[in-house]
Structures are given as C-alpha cells and as structure tokens.
C-alpha cells in the first residue's frame, strides 16, 4: 500500500513514522512544501514546544508515541508537557530522525496543485500515485512558517465544505489609549469578549498590556471570538472587559477600599492611577471599573501572529479521521475545524490526529486482507 501525505507539519510527520512503526510494508512520501519539514514546530511555546498538556484528550497516546523515539519530557505548571531540553528544535530532529529510521519518504520544496481520487497527487514536481492521501497542510495561520491555507482548496475540491476562516490564539487590537500607556506591563485577570454589551467569550489568566491592544494567555484565549466577529461582513461592536481583581467580590473590594483608601495594594500605581482618574473620587465607581474594566477592541493582529486558524473542515465531514465523501482519503491537523485553548492542547490534536489516522489506515487494510 502507498500513502501520500500532503504536509510535512506536526500532523502529517507523526502520521507518516506511526503508519511505518505499525506496518513496514507500507509505503509512504511526504509532500512539503517547505525544504525544511516541521519548521512551525520550532515557534511552538516560545522555541520550546509545548508538545501537550496532561488535561487534553489522548495526551497519553501523544507522549507514548514521543516515547518510542525516545524523546524525555518535562512536565511544568497547569499540566504543560515540554521536551526536556525545553528546546523545539530537538523535537523537530527527533522527528526528522525517526523518518530516515522508519523510511518515510520525504520530498521537500513540493508544492501541491491537485488531488485527483484513486489517487494522483500533482505537484510542481510531477505526479505522485498512491492508494491512500492524508491531507496534513495546515491551516493558514503565520504563512511565514509555511502555512498558506492551500488544503482548504485542495479538499473543497475534492468535495469538502469549509467553515468560515479566522485567526485564532492571536493577540488583540484596541482603540483605547490605556493599554498603551501601559504597555509592558501584565496581571493576572478575568477577560470576557462582548459583542454589542453580550458576553461570548471568557477566560482567566496572564494578560499583557501592549503598544496595540492586549495579549496574553487569557487573551489569547477569548480571540476566536474577536476572530470570527471581524470576519464577518459587517462585525458587532466588540469589547475587552477585564475583571483585575477576580478572586474578590464588589464588596470585598470595596470594603478594603474603605479601609486603606487605595487599590495600590493590589494593583500596580501605574494601573491604579489610570482607574482613579476614570473613577472621580467615587470609591464605589472605582471599584465597578476594576471588576468591569471596558477596552474597545478592533480587531487581532492576523494571521500574521496567530497561532492556529479558526474554522475549516468540519468534523462532520468525517469517520474519525477517515473522509465520509472520498473513499482513501484522510483529513488531520489545523485543516480541520477544531480549536483547542492556549497549553498545548492545539499541538496536542495535530500529534493525535495524525497518530490516529495512520491508526485507521492500517485497521482498514488488516480487515480488508482478512
């Protein structure tokens, strides 16, 4: 049998080894655009790759496959897993190893024009046969690590549909001047994203004040929101409102107010004195900007610095990882319309769905030989 995996990602790679480890006989190449294979891995959890988290569904299938290459890990705080080098590039040549050790094929600086069902794969370096296709090319979020978004064509092509697009995991714009002036500087708070004063999004964690607007785990986490709203023709008035002290009630806060006539022991001076000033002298009003802080949002950054891509192919379109409209063919990664939050959860499906269709593939073809 031979297998042709379009995207040589996080996905398509762990797919192409686990196809060889479960079944040598099996034939497989791996078309990359790029002539370096997994080069996105290396702007993982900043150059470290946050291969997992030890909360995400099937991370123990992810970490056992690393396992058998032999990689060691690390686990950190809230369940993040990293290589032990803490160093992206060692997963990459873990990865990169295992292909030569396993004969994975890999024809690199490869761009795919066309899949044709039975299969021929046409490229700008010629035709490719095979009997099975996984389509691993990635979604389109920062392009200058290889990702275009050519496999959204390529399979609406092949009779898939296709969500709406938008960045995701991306930082956030704002129009209001406080971030600004305090930029560099970061806190621990609860983010809701409204639309039109509606809440859509929340979450809680690190946010970062910026020359532009707002990044962040907890902000990063809430930009899908944001993401879809401006990406439809004619977006909601959208808003940041940050809770800066969420572990405490109004009233709490207020009291400690009361008592010690400042909020400098809690939040920095410089923050402080921003909502003071918004407040005027009314303690009660102070304490509803701190729990409801109201940013005008614009827009994210792009895709330019998401992380992943919003939307895509849906899972519906799908038997596991196994296409429902063109027999052979099998869809994994950030193609796929699936979004995970920020801790390795993203990187944590990309390993997992390739692990699982190469999984599907070989199933098919004992019980068909049977």
């Known amino acids: 049998m031979r297998v042709l995996i379009v995207g040589g990602g996080a996905a398509g790679l762990c797919c192409a080894i686990r196809l060889r480890q479960l079944d040598p006989a099996v034939q497989v190449t791996v078309l990359e655009r790029l002539e370096q294979p997994g080069k996105k891995l290396l702007a993982t959890g900043n150059g470290r790759c946050n291969l997992t988290n030890m909360q995400a569904p099937h991370s123990r299938a992810v970490l056992d496959f690393f396992a058998s290459l032999g990689l060691m890990t690390r686990q950190e705080d809230l369940g993040r897993v990293y290589p032990y080098s803490l160093r992206a590039a060692t997963v990459q040549n873990l990865l990169l190893d295992a292909c030569r050790t396993f004969g994975v094929r890999l024809v690199t600086g490869c761009r795919v024009e066309k899949i044709i069902p039975g299969f021929t794969v046409q490229t700008d370096k010629g035709a490719f046969a095979g009997d099975k296709v996984v389509v691993a090319c990635g979604g389109q979020a920062q392009p200058a690590l290889g990702s275009d978004g050519s496999g959204y064509a390529l399979l609406q092509d092949l009779g898939h549909s296709c969500t709406p697009l938008y960045p995701a995991l991306v930082q956030l714009t704002s129009s209001s001047k406080y971030p600004r002036k305090l930029k560099g500087q970061r806190t621990r708070a609860a983010v809701a994203v409204t ?3 509606e809440t859509v999004a929340e979450s809680q964690g690190e946010v970062l004040f910026t020359d532009y607007g707002l990044s962040g785990i907890a902000v990063m986490d809430v ?14 008035k959208c808003c940041a409102v940050l809770d800066l002290v ?16 400042s ?17 005027a002298g009314d303690p009660a009003r102070l304490v509803q900007i701190a729990k409801h802080w109201q940013l005008i949002v614009t827009g994210t950054k792009g895709y330019a610095f998401a992380q992943i891509t919003g939307g895509g192919v849906p899972r519906t379109e799908l038997e596991g990882f196994a296409s429902r409209r063109v027999p052979g063919l099998y869809i994994v990664g950030e193609v796929l319309d699936e979004q995970q939050p920020c801790g390795g959860y993203n990187l944590n499906f990309a390993f997992y769905s390739g692990l699982a269709a190469a999984g599907q593939i070989v199933e098919k073809r004992n019980d068909t030989s049977k």
């Open 195 to 197: 639309l039109d004063g």
């Open 223 to 236: 930009s899908w929101a944001v993401g879809q709203n401006f990406a439809r023709p004619r977006p909601q």
């Open 246 to 261: 969420p572990e405490w009630s109004e009233n709490q806060l207020l009291s400690y107010l009361r008592q010690f006539g």
């Open 263 to 279: 909020l400098r022991g809690i939040l920095s001076a410089e923050v402080t004195e921003i909502l003071e000033k918004q407040a």
